[in-house]
Each structure stands twice: as C-alpha cells, then as structure tokens.
C-alpha cells in the first residue's frame, strides 16, 4: 500500500490534474481520520505514516488540516521509554462535529448529540402518548426537543452537522412514513414537516435529515458500538410495537425496498389475537409492551414506556408470579418467532434492544429454550441471546452516530464549510 494515496508525483497542471490532487487530498484527509477514528490506542503521527504508508510529512500536513478543522485534537504525550520528545497522540475531537438523534415513538419523544467518537453528550426522553396526536402535532414537539438538544450542543461547543429520526414503522426512499401502525401514521411526509425547524447549516456530503425505521438504527447503533468485524446479528427493539434490524456479515440488510424487520408482524399462532395490522396471532399481540403489560396485570396506557419496564423488572425481580409468568410467556413467543429467523438467516446472535433491554433477564431463558428446540443447529452451534450494548433507547443514539460516522468517512465536506 506504500504511497498508494499520496499526492507526489501528480505533477499535470491539467485540469485532469487538478482533479485529482483535490481527490487525492480528499482521500488522504478519509484514510487519516479514519485511522485515527478507529485506533485502539491514539496514534502519533509517525505511527500514522508507518500504517497508511504516507510520507511523515504528507502525514503532518493532513493532520493539521484536520486539527484546524475541529475534527482531531492531540492528547496528553504519551509515556515513552528510550531517548526523544515523548509523541502527541491524536484523537477525535470533543468541540468539533456532532450528530443529532431523534426518535418519534408511540409513547415517547427523544433526542440526543453524539459527538465524533461517539460520546453521547446530551440525551432527553420526553414520555407522551402520541396516538391521540396528529403527525404535525407530535413533529411540533419533537421540534422543541430538537431545539433544546441544539442548545445543549451550542453549550458544548459542538456544531451539529445532520439529524436523523426514528420512527417506528415503514419508510422510503424519501424519508416519506408510509405505515405506523401504532400511531395510525400513513404516508406523512416527516421531512416536510420537521427539516426546516432544525436550523442544521448544510455539510456537503451529509444528509441535514433522514428518517428511518427505528429497529434499522438502532441495530446500526448496535453494530457499530461493537467490536471490529463483519458480525450477522438479529438486534429487537421491543416498545409497544417490536421492530428487528437485521445484520448480515456486518452490513445492514434492508430488503428490496427497505422495508425488512417487521418481526412484530411474524405470527408465532396463526389464528390467534387480532392485531392492528389486520392479520391474527402476530408476535406482537404476545410479546409486545401493552400485551406483556397486560398479562402481568399492569395496565400499560397509564404507564409510559420508562415507566412500564422499570416496574415490570421491580416486580420481576420481587419474584411477582404474574409478572414472571407474563415475561416468560413473552419470551417463549419471542423465541418461536426468533428461531425462525435464525433457521433462515443462519444468525449466531440475538441482540435485545428498546424496552426488551431492561427486561432481558428474564426473557432470555424462554428465548433459548424455544431456540434450543426449534434451530436446526442449536446442537452444535449456539445462539447467543444479550441485551443490547447501547441500552434501551438506543434508535435515537445509533441515529446519531450515523451522522457523526458520514462526516468521518468524508471530512472534506466538513473541511469546506467550516473553511
Ligand atoms: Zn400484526
């Protein structure tokens, strides 16, 4: 790889030329702070020559482009033995470029910022029942928690550079909510309705607002606060609906028109409950919030989702048998719709997410009894059910740090508007 990315030798005063001395520099700025971006440790910038290949001097004068622009700072010296000035390492800085998350839920609001190494610096769940509420209404909400989170950024020094928002329900190409089926939302235009409230100065090469599907980003949050790697993973967001993202060979797999995941919709009994979907026996008449919530004897409407799964795990943990006998009853739905997925997909993770996260232990041991049972492989080859890394709530910050990781994967668009 040595040089492959340098600027010598382009030597064509060419516009041809000129072309690619902008392309090489755009790239060098990526392959640096993508280094930097992924060290274990934090390097210097002769360690960054020895890894890219790059001369110690191209080095020092793409890190200074980068220092400048507020995306990298240099750390404490770091400890050296042997004879020599101690080297600066770099890091991510913390008063550059941040990512703001947002999620509209069927029973909560959020917002976060999440700065370039993926710190979450300000998080604010707002609990509200949104399904008496219009589209407009809920946005015009979500816009006053977009704007605290703007202040708080202010406040840190972090300038945010992109939005994205969670929703619980199907979305295209276009940001457009085709189907929620719990807030009774049909094709609500979200980007026309919150994009000029967010006071989000444009970077070029990240998008000021995408909308998605709240399992998809939080299965994203999920994959990218785990280790290095390609890992193929089922990641559950479990809220009053209960949406999976799914990761194959670390990318995450969105079907043929973005719409995958819809596990709450999987029927685990074929003529079982009605649901609002219009089909019968869906997993999520059985393991979802308000049904868990109602099985154990709560009734969930006059509990927000906090709320809801605190007092259930408080119960759980009392050793209140209708609380166990409703968790578990959820787990063994969960683990039949579950096994299904991993019989198909050949997953060796299950990863619990959203509300699922506080109650994992107890829905884990009915998830891997039905696994056991049901998966082809299971002899052999274990299936791994954990809570998810990053929490409950963990849509709004893996929106986030989607923003935070566009602006690392091109920091020129960065670099020209802050310049
Ligand atoms: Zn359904």
Redo the contacts with the bound molecule.
């Keep these: 790889m040595t040089g492959v990315w340098q600027c010598q030798g382009v030597t064509t005063t060419s516009a041809v030329g000129a072309v690619r001395q902008g392309s090489l520099r755009e790239l060098n700025l990526a392959v640096v702070l993508g280094r930097i971006a992924a060290a274990a440790r934090p390097p210097s910038r002769a360690d960054l020559a020895t890894d890219t290949g790059l001369t110690r001097a191209t080095v020092s004068a793409v890190v200074d482009d980068l220092i400048g622009g507020r995306l990298v700072c240099e750390s404490a010296p770091a400890p050296r033995s042997g004879a020599g000035r101690p080297a600066r390492g770099l890091v991510l800085a913390d008063h550059g470029p941040a990512g703001l998350g947002l999620e509209i839920n069927v029973d909560y609001l959020a917002a976060c910022v999440v700065d370039l190494a993926g710190t979450v610096r300000h998080h604010v769940v707002h609990r509200a029942d949104l399904r008496p509420v219009s589209p407009a209404d809920a946005v015009a909400r979500l816009a006053a928690l977009a704007a605290d989170a703007h202040a708080a950024a202010d406040r840190e020094g972090l300038v945010l550079a992109g939005a994205t928002l969670a929703v619980p329900g199907l979305v295209d190409a276009h940001g457009l909510v085709r189907l929620a089926?719990n807030l009774g939302w049909r094709d609500v235009d979200v980007p026309g309705l919150l994009a000029d409230r967010l006071r989000i100065d444009p970077v070029p090469g990240v998008p000021p607002l995408v909308v998605d599907n709240e399992a998809n980003l939080a299965a994203l949050g999920e994959l990218h606060a785990g280790p290095p790697g390609a890992p193929s993973f089922l990641h559950i967001s479990g809220e009053v609906g209960i949406g999976a993202g799914i990761v194959l060979n670390g990318s995450l797999f969105r079907g043929a028109r973005g719409w995958s995941g819809?596990i709450?919709?999987v029927?685990v009994r074929p003529d079982g409950r009605p649901?609002?979907?219009?089909?019968?026996?869906?997993?999520?008449?059985y393991a979802g919030q308000e049904a868990i919530l109602t099985a154990a004897g709560l009734t969930g409407t006059d509990l927000p989702a906090d709320t809801a799964t605190t007092t259930l795990a408080g119960l759980a943990a009392d050793g209140d048998q209708a609380a166990l006998t409703a968790l578990h009853d959820a787990g063994t739905a969960l683990g039949v719709a579950v096994s299904a997925v991993v019989n198909l997909l050949d997953l060796d993770t299950v990863v619990l997410g959203g509300g699922y996260a506080t109650l994992a232990p107890w829905l884990c041991p009915a998830i891997l009894t039905e696994l056991s049972r049901r998966v082809l492989t299971a002899r052999w080859a274990e299936v791994t059910v954990r809570p998810a890394a990053l929490g409950p709530r963990s849509a709004a910050v893996g929106g986030a740090g989607s923003v935070v990781r566009a602006v690392i994967a091109r920091p020129v668009g960065w670099l020209a508007r802050s310049g």
């Design positions: 089926p819809e709450g919709h029927p649901c609002r979907c219009g089909g019968r026996g869906c997993l999520e008449r």
